[in-house]
Every structure is written in C-alpha cells, then in structure tokens.
C-alpha cells in the first residue's frame, strides 16, 4: 500500500516543511518546535468550546475535533499540528465502554484481566473510524503546509489503563498479569496494537504527514520487561503503516532504561523526556537517531531567563543529534500559561 | 493478512522452539497441534492441589540449551539445580543402597569405598580393583560397556551397579550399549589405562554443578512461556487437527515442519508410565532415599523401575508443598490390578517406610510415549523434521536440534541452499534416569 496522490506529503504541501525534513534526519535551517498537548486544556478558546461538550464526545465530533487541532498552530505558529483526540478512542471505537472523568483521566467500565475479559473484546471495524477521518481531513485542508501529526497510544499503556481500569501509580496490575498469565497478557497487547495500529492508519492515510506513538508509562518496565513482554507488540503496532513512507516518531516517559529498545521497533524518530539530556539520549541511541524533546514542562512555570536559559541549554545539546526537533519531555499542563509556549516558539525559531 | 510461510505440524517442545523462533525473524508461522494443548510430554497436572509437572521434570545442563531457552524467556532468575542428596539403588535383594556418589553410570570411580563394597561386597570390590592392573590395550572398538566392565572389574560391577543405572539412563544392558555411546571413556581409558581412572578424570571434566536442572514452578512454565511468545509473535495455532500422513502435509501451506511422530512413519516406542503420589507422611521428612531409587533390573519386589522424591531432590517444590511429599514412580510395564495401590506399595518399599492408604493424599497416572528414532529410510525427502525422533532423548538434544532446523529454515529462506544435516544429536539420561539423577 502507498499514500494516495493527493497526500500532503504526496503533493508538494509537507514533505519539505522543517519538521518532516528534521524526522527524516535532514536539519532544516531553523529548528522546528511543537508541543504535545498543544491542543487543548491550555487554552481558553479551548475551554470555551468544550463548554457543555463531553471530551470524548468532542474526540469523534470532526468539526470540534478539527477546530480545537487548529487552535495552537494559528495561536503560537508552532510547526506542526499534532490531532486532538485520545489514546483510548480506538477502545471506544471498537465498543469498549470508556470515559474521560476529568481530573481524574480514562476509566473503563468493565477491566479487562482474565482469559475471558479479553475474549470479549472485538476486533476494530475500520469503519468506525470515519469520524477521525472526517475529522483529519478538515484539519489537513486548513493547515496547507503545516503538516499534521497523527498519533496513538502505545499497547502497554492503552492495556495498562484497561487493566488497571483507569490511571493508576505504577501500573502493578497491568505489570502482575503480564507474568500471572502472559498470554491473555500477549493477547489483550495484540488487540491493543491492532487497534491503536489502524488508528494510526486512519490518520495517515486521512492526511497526517507523520505518526507518533506514545508510551507514557513506559517508565514503569524493565528493559527486560519491555523487551520480552511489550516491544513486539508497539511494534505490531507500528507494522499497520507498513509500505506509507512517514516518519514515526517514538515516545516515552521515563524511557531513560529502554530508549534502544524503543526505537529499535521501527521507529525514525525518538522523543526523549526531560530526564536525561539529549546529548545523552543520543549517546544511548549510538547517533544517527533523529530526536525531539525535551523541554522540562516543570520549568514552564519558572521565570522567563530560567526557561529561556533552559530552552537555549536543550537546542544546544540537541545539535548532537542529526537533527532535532524541540518539544516538552511530556505534555503541556492545564495550567500552562499559553504565552510562555508562544515565546518558546518565537525563541527556538530565533536561535535557527 | 500476508499468506502462511511456515506450517508446524505439532505443538510439543521442538514444534514450539521452531515456531518461535520462525516468527521473531518475521515469518508468518501457522502450527497444527492434535491436541486442545501445547507442549506435548512437557506438560503440568494437578495433584493434590499442587501444580506439578506430568511428563519432563528437569532438564540436562549440557551445551546450557535449555538454560539458555528459558533465560529468553524470562525465567533465568528461576532455574534451579536439585539438591545434592544423591540417589538410591534397589538392589534384586536386599535393602537399597546408597549409589556411590563418584562414578559414572555405576562404574566406581574408587572400587575400595565403602559404598561401594556396601553394594558389590568385598570379593567384588577387589575384583574390581583388578581394573588398576589389567593393561588396556585398545584394540577393539566394537565392544559393548557391559563387556568392557566385565572384563576389567568383573560380574558385580555389571549387574549390580552399571546395570540399574544403564538401565534407567539409556533402557538397555549394558551388554547392548555400545561403548562409543558413552561420551570420552573409550578415549579417556586410553589415556589413563585404567576403568576407574578413566571415570575419575570424567567426573573431573564435568562442569561445576549438577548434570540437570530444573524450573522453579516446573519445566511445564517453558511451554506456558513459549505459549505466549506465539501469540505475541503473531503465530496462527489451530488445535486439535491431526494430520495422518505424508500425503497429507502437501495440503499445508508455506514451508512444512514436522515436529510431531507418526507422521512419516507409524509410531514405534515405548510407553513410560508414571505414577504421581502426593503423601502426607512425616516419615518421609528425614528423605530417607535422597532424591530417589534406581530399580536394578530384574528385582521383583517392585513393578517400578525408578523413584523419585521429587520434594527432596527440588527445594522449591518442599516449600511449596508445605510438609506433604511428592513421589513419583515410573513404570515400564504398568501391572494388573490397582494401579495407585501398586505405586503406593512400590513406594513403601523403595521408600524403606510405611506408608498407609491414609497417608495418600491424591495420585495421577500419566502414560507418555517415547517414539524410537526415525530411520533414514522413514525420511521423506524435502521434509523437515524435529523433535524426539529426531533429536536425540531429552530436552536438551530437542531443542538444540529445533534450534538449528530454524536457522537453516531461516537462512534458507533468506538466501538459498544451505547445509542440509541435522545438527548433532545426542543421547541425554532419559526420563527414568532423569528421576533420579
């Protein structure tokens, strides 16, 4: 399979944007930079419009879906548009009672942790996600040379959450089956990588110049754990954009331990959080790896000439790299002040 | 989804390794299993609320195989060597005797030691010193073991040392075992001049540590293990579809592997029984037959041909059995009458205590089949085959086999011919010997 024609990467739109050169190794003049969670809870006219909307409902809602992806890029003129959605909407989709219960996150009715529980779940229809696709192309027609980033949760973390039934401290549960019973565990991750593959899918060949998977509780696995027991299935995952030439781009929190075996799976590009610097991310990756990061989002908070400082500090161990994309460690917090992203964008498009 | 590469006929330990190991390279491996189950003669039971293994309970250390397999899959920090409590021996008269902890398939490394004077008597024993003067000459290679061991440390040593022994490792006489079956001693004896030299200087050579080792939990977690990787690798497993002939392996698709006997030729073998008892005997606490009994061929006091006190020889099976013991007996020929009544009889006089139906807690019986060794003739050509008939007894011989089919079948699929032998198969004790060992 190839990407359609008229693709924005295809056509002319994205495939020469500073972020798609810098996925593909190619340092553009000036650095790129976005931000994960740029879409949303930080944003007034965010909170504006989610007024009266419940979050998921929003998700599979592609004219809200599209305008709340819009909203960072035309704020803080950030180089790429990263999709507003959720890692458990592929869950939802293939019928999967969850919900998004704010301040608290996901919280899936029915945990899935035995034998039985994972034969319940079904495989996804691809067309259930007409909505997300609906939605990508909207964005897409509207962000012309922007290009967009599509993305899915990694099957550890999308499992640890259905496991654990919702967010939990260092996913005991999820981790205890995985040994207690490894092949539910093998198969609750296949299904995962099933659907969070085709979600993925559906973005890309929707329009998304590239794809990011995040792992977000990576942290919480051993190397061995996350080798023998995780790695084969993201990259099951990853294998669903098997013949589309886009960048993937790999994340993780606390990937520090596993950051190879992470990008080994097939990934182009890694995304390293703010725990080890990215001089010694790419130490640990042996050079040549593409990165994005690593904005500490705590120092968001701190005095202008501290984040600046920081930011300086985290460009300039990032020409280690081939090339670099700037980004947070982790996601923009909802109590982010949205002005402190603008300027990062102004100053990391400054330093060139 | 692509169209099958592979097709694995047969989910046992050897159908398991070759499909793993086809399907981390990327291949899209199907594998058919008779059976609703996997793992063929490595497979658990539950006896007496304890989960314990039914068929294979150890593994040899040989070439660190199998060590090496369940490192891979995540079981490294679980592998475990039995107690040092050294094994039995039933004798055709008498009470049992401890084996002499220092030789080597019953041929003492020491003929003047008390146990094994204790086994032989004194007469025998200084025949058997006789070895130490007789000149070795080499000439002959196609003596038999028994006959090498008559001639250098006579009649007792045969029959009342290296035939049980013999017996349980390899179910032959030693009169029938041709001597280059045995690893080095024809070579050693050379060396050292002397039978008892020659044995001395092997058990040298051996590794530190024990001849088998074991999983804590069983070796059955292998096969849970492998299991999973299949269903993470993405392996189609179709169960319970048996497939009759070689006629009718052309129906499957991709490259065929045939990991299961009867297939290319009517299964031919023996049948091992064995006999599982959990016991609540605090006699039994003291272990007084160290991890076990070898039956000397022709004793008539038992139907058994070897015992195992499985919760003596491994450590984490005691604690987990909590007080209660786990015997395991096994059988070449299962006797008339009531089975469990046999096993338990058997083990009050292997076990040298009594042990009343009371103390039984639950039995199992399990019949295993050990298919003989395919015969060149019985190898249709173009057809890949692993497993016991091919690879030698025990574990460690299958899966090193298993292991090296892959890689041709990978390195063939990569990029052309390769060479087309079988990987060096040995002989290892099989499972009688392995009760014990």
Known sequence: ?352 | MSTTEFTVVGGGIAGLVVARRLAMAGQTVRLIEASDHLGGTVASHLVGGLNLDAGAESFATRGNTVADLARELGLGDDILSPGDEGAWLQPVDGPALPLPATGILGIPATPLDKDTIAVIGLGGAFRAQLDSLIPWFGKRTDVSLGALVRRRMGKAVVEKLVAPVVHGVYSLHPNDLPLERVATLKERLALHGSLAAAVRSMRHAMPAGTAVQGIRGGINRLVTELAADLTTYGVIVEFERRIESVEALADLDGTVIVAAPGILAPVRGRTVTLATLVLDAPELDAEPRGSGVLVAPGCTKVSARALTHATAKWQWLKEQAEGRHVVRLSYNEVPAGDFAEVARRDAEVLLGVSLPAEAVVDFARRDWTRPAPLAPAERADGVVVVGETVGGTGLAGIVTHANAAADRLLALAADGPAEDEDAAAGDEPNEAAKEVS
């Open chain 1, 1 to 352: 399979m190839t990407l359609n024609t008229d693709h924005p990467l295809l056509d002319g739109r994205t495939a020469n944007s500073p972020i798609i050169r810098a996925y593909r190794g190619d340092r553009p003049e000036t650095t790129p930079v976005w931000f994960m969670r740029q879409a949303g809870r930080s944003l007034p006219e965010y909170r504006k419009l989610r007024e009266g909307n419940e979050m998921l409902e929003a998700c599979l809602t592609p004219d809200l879906a599209s305008e709340i992806t819009m909203q960072p890029v035309r704020r803080h003129n950030v180089d790429a548009a990263i999709f507003f959605s959720d890692i458990v909407i592929p869950a939802k989709l293939a019928g999967v009672e969850v919900e998004i219960v704010p301040g608290r996150g996901p919280v899936f009715a029915n945990p899935v942790r035995t034998a039985a529980d994972v034969a319940k779940l079904h495989p996804i229809d691809p067309a259930a996600f007409a909505p997300i696709r609906e939605a990508v192309a909207q964005t897409v027609a509207q962000l012309g040379t922007t290009p967009l980033i599509g993305f899915a949760g990694a099957p550890f973390t999308l499992a640890s959450y259905m496991v654990e039934g919702g967010p939990s401290k260092d996913q005991q549960r999820a981790r205890t089956l995985m040994y207690s019973d490894p092949q539910t565990w093998a198969t609750l991750l296949n299904w995962c990588a099933d659907i969070a593959g085709e979600f993925l899918k559906a973005q890309i060949e929707a329009g998304a110049s590239a794809a990011q998977l995040f792992d977000s509780w990576v942290g919480s696995l051993s190397e061995q754990q996350y080798v023998r027991r995780v790695a084969p299935h993201s990259k099951r995952a990853l294998s669903h954009l098997r013949g589309y030439d886009v960048p993937k781009v790999h994340f993780g929190v606390g990937s520090g331990e596993v950051l190879q075996a992470m990008h080994s799976i097939g990934a182009d590009v890694m995304g390293v959080d703010w725990r080890i610097p990215l001089d010694e991310a790419d130490r640990r990756l042996g050079g040549g790896v593409p990165l994005q990061g690593n904005i500490d989002p705590a120092l968001l908070g701190a005095p202008w000439h501290v984040l600046e400082a920081h930011v300086r500090d985290v460009m300039s161990r990032g020409r280690v790299a081939p090339s670099h994309v700037v980004n947070l460690g982790h996601g923009v917090g909802p109590d982010t002040d949205p002005d402190v992203l603008t300027k990062i964008v102004e100053l990391v498009h400054q330093e060139g």
